[in-house]
């Protein structure tokens, strides 16, 4: 039982190793850079000082839970300020994509002012555990301005800074998760890390544990042992404890860089981060679904939640309603914290979170309760808890009590429940987190989604989770979302759609027709499946553990998904990421479609074509067409070793 690190204990020359130098002003004294991105990190913002959530003082003005029908204020205001801080990064990115015969720079810096013409952009990374972390965080590198060669021709480098919002569920969840954990870090810091640190270190499997001291912990006994210890505060304040909180804090160990994963640490100290306040980075959501007592299938109909900084909650018309992030651990009673009722902080720990968005991993925890790498108090707590649990609830989330007690009760199946109980994000097939962003009220122009689900048998994605989040969009579920129309899985491997960038949501009188010229226009789908460019990735869900060299190259294969290989696949991917950008802005504004746009349209946009073919096994090429394996192991090895092409003359940043 530990709480964060002081940062009082370290001395300057450790702290100053823990600070990007690029992240200093010329001659600036590392004193000073030290301060400040220290005050920049996620917080040990627990009032307990360890994982336990603790009673506190409710503030002057209760907290309460809000309807749904708009953004939360506190987004509202945000929103003024990062808007305006993706103008300089977009008109850089557009600069970099140089679409011919078009100032896509003076577009934006024309209407600068005018935020129904600047294009507003969402990236989404899918759940499908370490492979997902790492294929996401390829593309996250390859968007990123700080990432060495990001912008030189042929990248994509500033789409991260120009973006508005960045979601990911389960494994995608972890890559958002840690980036806004550890001050925004960029993809390169994490994956290097620090001396001491198990930061992004996958090669030893959550089961075993930190490899190194510094700060984390020395043996798998004594890991285990605090991570029970910690598990225990919370239940003996009184707090229900699931699989997920073993699982959460386990995890955390290899996400946040601090003491024992940061067992204080919670979600909502990310809106009070000095570089979240300033509107300088993205805002983060991740994404869980709601399971009914006694539901075993997860369906289209169920919930959808999203956390961000500052509310969890849903749009759905079941709930509809968001709670404080902050006090979601507070009993409210139709909406409202009761006047003998009482307030509650630190509930939102971050890894409970982030382990929330990934509860299917809990089965992957619990497959493992034989291994010998794991101490009898271990087993012996999963056990406890699965003699309260039938075989069909072990990948839940515990979230008592239910902020939406009593709310909604017309509309809320679950009103009455004192129990919140939230699952992974993917359960109901929607692995890409678009139900945040294609939200009316966020009125994103265009997501850039990334998948990396493991739909076929090889584990590529096949548009599973798109179809998912098509078909759920006709349905009572949709309250007033519209998305795309997608084909079914023979066509995206048939026409090849998920080995390339492919474009949904081209042709918006899908959207229109019928005479409703007022209807609400979805974001343009930017879909970017994982796919073998220079490694097959295509590892297994529950992997647990990847050398550093395999951790590198899936990454890096990542990367080149992003960027389709630095632009040596298609030259003008840069410029057709570009025109996705703008599409939903130039049909807003009457803007004649640029000459390259129209080409990058026709190369992208998927055209409504059908090929239902049968399809037998999926297994795919390295799509540069490279014939010499640095580690010669087949496609169907890959879920257990890894490959990776080489060539000469291709110098990519990571």
Known sequence: MRSSLSTAALPLALLSSLIPSALAAPNEPIGHVVARELMRRAAPDSPSGNYAPATVDCPSTKPTIRGAATLSPSEVEWLKKRRANTIDPMMAFFKLANISGFDAVNYVQSNSNNFSVVPNIGIAVSGGGYRALMNGAGFIAAADSRTPGSTDPGNIGNLLQASTYLAGLSGGGWLVGSIFANNFSSVVQLRDGQPGSSLWQFSNSIFKGPEDSGISIVNTAEYWNDVVDQVDDKRDAGYGASITDYWGRALSYQLINARDGGPSYTFSSIADADNFVSADTPMPILVADERKPGETVISLESTVLEFNPWEMGSFDPTIFGFAPTKYVGSNFSNGAVPDDGHCVRGFDQYGYVMGTSSSLFNQFLLQNTSDTQLPSIVTDALVSILQ???????????????????????????????????????????????????????????????????????????????????????????????????????????????????????????????????????????????????????????????????????????????????????????????????????????????????????????????????????????????????????????????????????????
């Open 388 to 654: 309260d649990l039938s075989d069909n609830q072990d990948d839940i989330a515990e979230w008592q009590p239910n902020p939406f007690y009593q709310y909604n009760p017309d509309s809320n199946p679950d009103a009455n429940q004192k129990t919140l109980t939230l699952i992974d994000g993917g359960e109901d097939l929607q692995n890409i987190p678009l139900h945040p962003l294609i939200q009316p009220v966020r009125a994103v122009d265009v997501i850039f989604a990334v998948d990396s689900s493991a739909d076929t048998y090889w584990a590529f994605p096949n548009g599973t989770a798109l179809r998912a989040s098509y078909e759920r969009s006709m349905g009572k579920m949709a309250n007033g979302t519209q998305f795309p129309s997608i084909p079914n899985a023979e066509t995206f491997i048939n026409l090849k759609l998920n080995q390339k960038p492919t474009f949904f949501g081209c042709n918006t009188s899908e959207f229109t027709s019928g005479g409703n010229e007022n209807a609400h226009i979805p974001p343009l789908i930017v879909y970017m499946p994982l796919a073998p460019y220079t490694a097959y990735s295509n590892v297994t869900t529950f992997t647990p553990s990847y050398t550093d060299e395999e951790r590198n190259a899936f990454i890096q294969n990542g990367y080149n998904v992003a960027t389709m290989g630095n632009a040596t696949v298609d030259a003008e991917w840069p410029a057709c990421a570009a025109c996705a950008v703008l599409s939903r802005s130039l049909e807003r504004t009457g803007t004649d479609i640029p000459a390259a746009c129209q080409t990058c349209f026709q190369r992208y946009c998927w055209n409504g074509t059908i090929d239902s073919t049968p399809v037998g096994t999926y297994e795919p090429q390295p799509i540069l067409g490279l014939t010499t394996l640095n580690a010669a192991v087949s496609i169907r090895m890959s879920a257990f070793a890894w490959a990776v092409v080489g060539t000469a003359g291709l110098a990519l940043a990571l």
